[in-house]
């Protein structure tokens, strides 16, 4: 039976290529270590979620720092 060594899902004999994935099958259910190899890559986007949040936290951490500074002149 081939399996999908991405979502671990098994198909009918004769399938060469998962539905869901679209990537090729293999002949025996995918061990973790063929799970992972077969996930897609992630965070190759240069703008990923997470670079954003991490952005965004050292903007507001800058704005802080400066509304501090400004109140402390200000007395
Ligand atoms: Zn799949």
Redesign the pocket.
């Known amino acids: 039976m081939p399996w999908?060594p991405?979502?671990?899902?098994e198909f009918r004999k004769g399938f060469r290529e998962?539905n869901?994935?679209h990537?090729p099958l293999i002949d025996h259910p995918p061990t973790e270590e063929e799970r992972r190899a077969a996930r897609p890559q992630k965070n190759t986007r240069f703008w990923n979620r997470e670079r954003l949040m991490h952005i965004l936290r050292a903007l507001i951490a800058v704005l802080l720092a400066l509304a501090a500074a400004m109140v402390l002149a200000g007395k």
Do not use: E, V
């Open positions: 999908c991405q979502c671990g899902a998962c869901t994935c990537i």
